[in-house]
């Protein structure tokens, strides 16, 4: 699951950015001139700061993901090689 959480965690940061991209340019587009600047800074704002969470929980999630995978590798390489030498050892004795 650790692999799904870090992917939804990163598409939800861009899903955020696109959100708070769309509702600056919107803004910017209808409001008055003075508050321009105001709306759109904000809508910035949230949008970067979705992608930093997203990005936040993603790498730490994916850098855990990657360390799991590799010891759950090793270990199954280990019990591979030991149920070989196990078979082996039954053909000998036979």
């Given at each position: 699951?650790?692999?799904?959480?870090?992917?939804?965690?990163?598409?939800?940061?861009?899903?955020?950015?696109?959100?708070?991209?769309?509702?600056?340019?919107t803004a910017v587009a209808q409001v008055d001139p003075s508050l321009k600047a105001e709306i759109l800074s904000s809508s910035i704002s949230?949008?970067?700061?979705?992608?930093?969470?997203g990005l936040a929980v993603a790498i730490p999630l994916i850098i855990i993901f990657s360390i799991l995978q590799t010891k759950t590798t090793e270990i199954v390489d280990s019990l591979e090689m030991a149920t070989v030498k196990f078979v082996n050892l039954i053909m000998l004795k036979q």
């Open positions: 699951y650790l692999a799904m959480f870090a992917n939804i965690a990163t598409l939800l940061g861009l899903l955020g950015t696109i959100t708070g991209l769309i509702k600056a340019f949230v949008a970067m700061n979705t992608t930093a969470f």
